[in-house]
Nanobody, 114 residues
Framework: QVQLVESGGGLVQPGGSLRLSCVAS????????MDWFRQAPGREREFVAR????????SYRDSVRGRFTISRDNAKNTLYLQMNDLKPEDTAVYYC???????WGQGTQVTVSS
């Protein structure tokens, strides 16, 4: 069983940056594809970014490509999401997921507002 805990969310002004972290316990992350998703109020959960187990392959939704960077440190069982040039439309609860949706964290709130 894998437990995932996100952190790093908060309130930031448009154009600002945040780095989200997702720490795994109970089992190593090293073999899993990892994802970030987000869910804004009244909207469905949507894919944000993905990274494979070796960090050789990443993918992003179009609206965040070039602004967000997904990375991982398997030795620390930690997944990251560096978010730059944040926009109000990035406001959402951000979730990490392991093994193609088999495991989910509880989410961390990101609010982009002036």
């Amino acid at each position: 069983q894998v437990q995932l805990v996100e952190s790093g969310g908060g309130l930031v002004q448009p154009g600002g940056s945040l780095r989200l972290s997702c720490v795994a316990s109970g089992y190593g992350l090293g073999i899993y594809t990892m994802d970030w998703f987000r869910q804004a109020p009244g909207r469905e959960r949507e894919f944000v970014a993905r990274i494979n187990w070796s960090s050789e392959s990443t993918s992003y939704r179009d609206s965040v490509r070039g602004r967000f960077t997904i990375s991982r440190d398997n030795a620390k069982n930690t997944l990251y999401l560096q978010m730059n040039d944040l926009k109000p439309e990035d406001t959402a609860v951000y979730y990490c997921s392991a093994n193609l949706g088999a495991y989910w964290g509880q989410g961390t709130q990101v609010t982009v507002s002036s």
